[in-house]
T-cell receptor, first 112, second 118 residues
């Protein structure tokens, strides 16, 4: 059974804290993605990685960075969390003949 | 740049009836892929169906079918015989270009919230 796991389902952090969101996949795929989901806005791509140590900005990278030291792990970093980063964060990798994305369960982050 | 438009923020359907969720797209790529995902209230994203731009037939997966009209740039999801468990948010998404590298990334629409009434 394939798995994409995210380190936390719910997270509460204070403004200014450094926040790490971790994602681990067991599908041995090169591609991994981080999205944020906000009501009325759908999913927006923050960063993605197509190989170890390779990363590319998505549509809304400001305020975020990423790390991919190993193929199975892709971390999203909020260097100094702000209240406008309160959101649902979803990690994904590629699975299947159609190269559809397979998502983790999500992390609901609240920044107070 | 790619764009996905879902014009129906919310839809209601009676149980056992069919429903169509609209999706239009914009891209300059000749080769692209279109996806539909379901997100129940529990939050997980569930892949439903895929249509490639060169596929001549509309995709079908059980009760789901994708009404692909390339000239109109539309990729509507049709759910037949709706069930209460179909109540969820539905997202249309697009992948552009050829396979590999950055072309695996998806652009999502804003979603349609479907409510199935008993």
């Amino acid at each position: 059974d394939v798995k994409v796991t995210q380190s936390s389902r719910y997270l509460v952090k204070r403004t200014g804290e450094k926040v790490f969101l971790e994602c681990v996949q067991d599908m041995d795929h090169e591609n991994m993605f981080w999205y944020r989901q906000d009501p009325g806005l759908g999913l927006r791509l923050i960063y993605f990685s197509y190989d170890v140590k390779m990363k590319e900005k998505g549509d809304i990278p400001e305020g975020y960075s990423v790390s991919r030291e190993k193929k199975e792990r892709f971390s999203l970093i909020l260097e100094s969390a702000s209240t406008n980063q309160t959101s649902m964060y979803l990690c994904a990798t590629i699975l299947g003949a159609s190269y559809e994305q397979y998502f983790g369960p999500g992390t609901r982050l609240t920044v107070t | 740049a790619q764009k996905i438009t879902q014009t129906q923020p919310g839809m209601f359907v009676q149980e056992k009836e069919a429903v169509t969720l609209d999706c239009t797209y914009d891209t300059s790529d000749q080769s692209y892929g279109l996806f539909w995902y379901k997100q129940p209230s529990s939050g997980e994203m569930i892949f439903l169906i895929y249509q490639g731009s060169y596929d001549e037939q509309n995709a079908t997966e059980g009760r789901y079918s994708l009404n692909f009209q390339k000239a109109r740039k539309s990729a509507n999801l049709v759910i037949s015989a709706s069930q209460l468990g179909d109540s969820a948010m539905y997202f249309c998404a697009m992948r552009g270009g050829n396979s590999g590298g950055s072309n695996y990334k998806l652009t999502f629409g804003k979603g349609t919230l479907l409510t199935v009434n008993p």
